[in-house]
């Protein structure tokens, strides 16, 4: 029973380049998370997702930033036009629903030089 | 305010000593309380859940205080491998996981 599938696990984009990180949840899993963690920081909160619908974006920057969940296929993360600053690592959680816990995949680190 | 504070340490203990956490939360409303470990440049993973009565599990033991606000996570017995962040979660409406920023105990021979 695999667990939270990230890819790329490592990434590397010129400032300007697009970013796209993908996340599979667990096997009966609806609802995806997407953290962002800073290099000695904490766990920040992106956005929040169940199939086709983003249910709570708070977190994500105004701009450049995008995440999809479609029927069909993986969670998307998409950071446009990317800079120095956009380096960190994405992480990707699921649960199988509301008020459960959630797993987390190990991670895309984004390197942008 | 933050939803979740934690002490970010590095609390440095030898061996075999007895290690506590506490982290507090602003959201009188908050609904579950997790802690998570994270080792260095690896992914969150859950510890335990914690407990209005309090719960232990082998040498980790976690307490609720919801009138204070707080959560704590206590370490007997602390082995090498204990080295790590970890980090108390709070949700709120049950979909929703706040993340501290950690506490790094580092476990010395």
């Known amino acids: 029973n695999a667990g939270v599938m990230q890819n790329p696990r490592h990434l590397v984009r010129r400032r300007g380049q697009e970013a796209r990180l993908r996340c599979s949840p667990m096997?009966?899993?609806?609802?995806v998370y997407w953290y962002r963690q800073l290099p000695e920081e904490g766990l920040k909160f992106m956005v929040y997702?169940?199939?086709?619908?983003?249910?709570?974006e708070s977190g994500m920057p105004k701009e450049r930033f995008s995440a999809e969940f479609p029927k069909e296929g993986p969670s998307i993360l998409r950071i446009q036009q990317v800079v120095r600053g956009d380096s960190a690592a994405y992480f990707c959680?699921?649960?199988?629903?509301?008020?459960?816990?959630?797993?987390f995949g190990e991670g895309s680190w984004l390197t942008v030089v | 305010r933050k939803e979740v504070e934690q002490d970010p340490g590095p609390f440095n203990v030898p061996e075999g000593a007895t290690v506590a956490f506490n982290c507090t939360y602003s959201?009188?409303?908050?609904?579950?309380f997790f802690w998570y470990r994270q080792d260095c440049r690896k992914e969150p993973k859950l510890l335990m859940s914690?407990?209005?009565s309090g719960n232990e599990d082998g040498r980790f033991t976690a307490q609720l205080n919801r009138a204070s606000q707080y959560i704590s996570l206590l370490i007997r017995d602390s082995k090498l491998s204990d080295s790590a962040t970890y980090l108390c979660?709070?949700?709120?409406?049950?979909?929703?996981?706040?993340f501290g920023s950690g506490t790094k105990l580092n476990v010395k021979p």
């Open positions: 914690v407990y209005s």
């Open positions: 997702l169940q199939k086709e619908n983003i249910i709570d």
């Open positions: 096997k009966g899993h609806s609802h």
């Open positions: 959680a699921s649960s199988p629903g509301s008020g459960n816990t959630i797993y």
């Open positions: 979660v709070v949700t709120s409406n049950f979909n929703k996981f706040y």
């Open positions: 959201n009188s409303a908050s609904q579950s």
